[in-house]
């Protein structure tokens, strides 16, 4: 017998072996399953702090990766912006540059137009006064008829035709000192090279520079002549002593062909057989001149105008040239500028790419903590003590309602 005391009340009692050994077992019984209490206990802890580590490794590397990510997706946006910027900047100047260059062609046709404007004005009043120059031409025509038919029935026919070159004279000089004050008019008496015209009429300008030069040559004849002659007869030799002379205009006044409705009807032109050569009958003789000076006249307002034109031309071929240039720099900006853009583009798509398998790690870290948590909550006191025997002989010696909590 074995005398043990009370750990309470401190008194002694006898327990035997069998009691001893019972309480012993007892003991050892209730150390073991707080022992194991505090194992379990332990690995929860363990568990939970696994977890929780994890999670805030897992949490700072996917908060350092996003923070990484928008600060590249920051740089990617600011890139992107700077690119449009320099499109909208490029594409502003382009605008301000076409806008102006575009006003100062409006303004320019604007002047154009203005000078139409002053050309028809111009040609206008070069037709109404053609138009009156007619009428006094119809008009002067009744009165040439009649002195024609009296000169038929008065003259002979080298006093008609004396008669016609006097009467051209006679209608030129009544008008030489108000309308042809710088002009030349004057009997051609230079027979050197074999023939000559009846009168030659130039005019130049206060410079010296021959304005219109004109040969004449007058014929007629009358009724009581054998032979008639036509007109065409002497169309040849005119326009001979038009070159010999020098002259620009060949004119032929006559009263040949006196029933013949072609001449009859006013100023003939026969360039088609000889270069600026007109037939007309005398009562056109001063109309004549009249029209072909202001025909050179016109001319050489029309050349300067020509000039002026020419030279309005080449500022605007420069003009289109510049816009040419023009369009050549905006193309190679805007292949830059879009060159940059799609290079902004290609780097965002990989920052996407990159985001992706960083969402994709993240599902598998995410998957591999299930599976974790999922042995975890598995975990029982069968599977810690398996291919353990002392351990599984400890939890075989529990009560039923015991064992139920481990399980």
Do not use: W
């Not at 154009?112 to 119809?138: F, M, V």
């Not at 050489?300 to 500022?315: F, H, M, P």
């Not at 780097?347 to 994709?360: F, G, M």
């Amino acid at each position: 017998m074995n005398d043990i005391i009370c750990p309470n009340c401190k008194k002694a009692f006898k327990v035997d072996e069998a009691g001893f050994a019972d309480i012993l077992k007892q003991v050892r019984d209730h150390r073991f399953e707080e022992e194991l209490i505090e194992r379990l206990n332990i690995v929860e802890k363990e568990k939970e702090s696994a977890v929780k580590l994890a999670e805030a490794n897992i949490k700072n590397a996917l908060q350092a990766d996003l923070a990484k990510k928008e600060t590249e997706l920051a740089e990617m946006k600011s890139r992107i912006n700077n690119a449009e910027l320099e499109k909208k900047l490029s594409i502003t100047e382009a605008v301000n540059k076409i806008e102006k260059e575009r006003d100062e062609l409006v303004g320019e046709l604007k002047s154009k137009d203005t000078e139409k404007q002053l050309l028809e004005t111009a040609l206008k009043e070069k037709y109404a006064t053609e138009l009156k120059t007619k009428n006094d031409i119809i008009k002067m025509k009744d009165e040439e008829i009649a002195l024609r038919k009296d000169l038929k029935v008065k003259l002979s026919t080298k006093m008609v035709g004396e008669t016609l070159e006097q009467h051209c004279e006679t209608e030129f000089n009544k008008l030489r000192a108000a309308g042809f004050q710088n002009a030349y008019f004057e009997k051609d008496n230079d027979a050197t090279t074999g023939s000559k015209g009846d009168y030659i009429y130039r005019e130049s300008d206060e410079a010296g520079n021959e304005i219109i030069s004109v040969m004449f040559e007058m014929k007629n004849e009358g009724d009581e002549t054998a032979t008639k002659k036509k007109n065409e007869d002497f169309l040849r030799e005119l326009d001979k002593d038009r070159a010999e002379k020098k002259c620009e205009y060949a004119v032929l006044v006559t009263l040949l062909e006196a029933e013949n409705e072609l001449y009859n009807a006013g100023i003939v032109d026969v360039s088609h057989k000889y270069p600026k050569m007109y037939v007309v009958r005398p009562q056109f003789f001063i109309p004549m001149i009249t029209l072909l000076r202001n025909a050179s006249m016109n001319s050489l307002k029309y050349k300067a105008e020509l000039s002026l034109v020419r030279n309005q031309n080449i500022d605007i071929t420069n003009f289109e040239d510049n816009v040419n240039k023009f369009k050549e720099g905006f193309a190679k900006n805007y292949d830059l500028a879009s060159r940059k853009f799609k290079t902004a583009i290609e780097e965002i798509d990989k920052t996407i790419d990159r985001l992706q398998k960083t969402k994709d790690a993240l599902l598998s870290s995410e998957n591999s903590l299930r599976l974790a948590n999922n042995k975890t909550e598995d975990l029982t006191i069968k599977r810690l003590t398996r291919g353990n025997p002392t351990m599984t002989a400890k939890f075989a010696e529990l009560p039923d309602t015991d064992k139920t909590i481990y399980r």
